[in-house]
């Protein structure tokens, strides 16, 4: 298990950005896949991003595709998550996730952080 502390979340004006972190504890990061995940109030946790161990790769959903950009140091066992282009609908709980499978599933993720609150204002 790693331990995941998220930061970075506060208020922004819709169009505006914001870039979350979440730092890893241990040494064994790179070997941990990476995920974003977001609860709205009132919803169910969702999807948002995910990077592989290299940070080759990365998926998004939909609905942030072209506005967010995940990407990891592993030198300072941190991953990012830039906010571009908020929008309202972005206003969400957002977590940090570390797994040993490179998916999009909350299944394929063992360690989570408390989150940090993001609120996008109109």
């Known amino acids: 298990q790693v331990q995941l502390l998220e930061s970075g979340g506060g208020l922004v004006q819709a169009g505006g950005s914001l870039r979350l972190s979440c730092v890893a504890s241990g040494r064994t990061f790179s070997s941990y896949a990476m995920g974003w995940f977001r609860q709205a109030p009132g919803k169910e946790r969702e999807f948002v991003a995910a990077?592989?161990?290299?940070?080759?790769?990365?998926n998004y959903a939909d609905s942030v595709k072209g506005r967010f950009t995940i990407s990891r140091d592993n030198a300072k066992n941190t991953v990012y998550l830039q906010m571009n282009s908020a929008k309202p609908e972005d206003t969400a709980v957002y977590y940090c996730a570390a797994g040993r499978v490179f998916g999009m599933r909350e299944a394929d993720f063992t360690s989570w952080g408390q989150g940090t609150q993001v609120t996008v204002s109109s």
């Open positions: 990077i592989s161990r290299s940070g080759g790769l990365a």
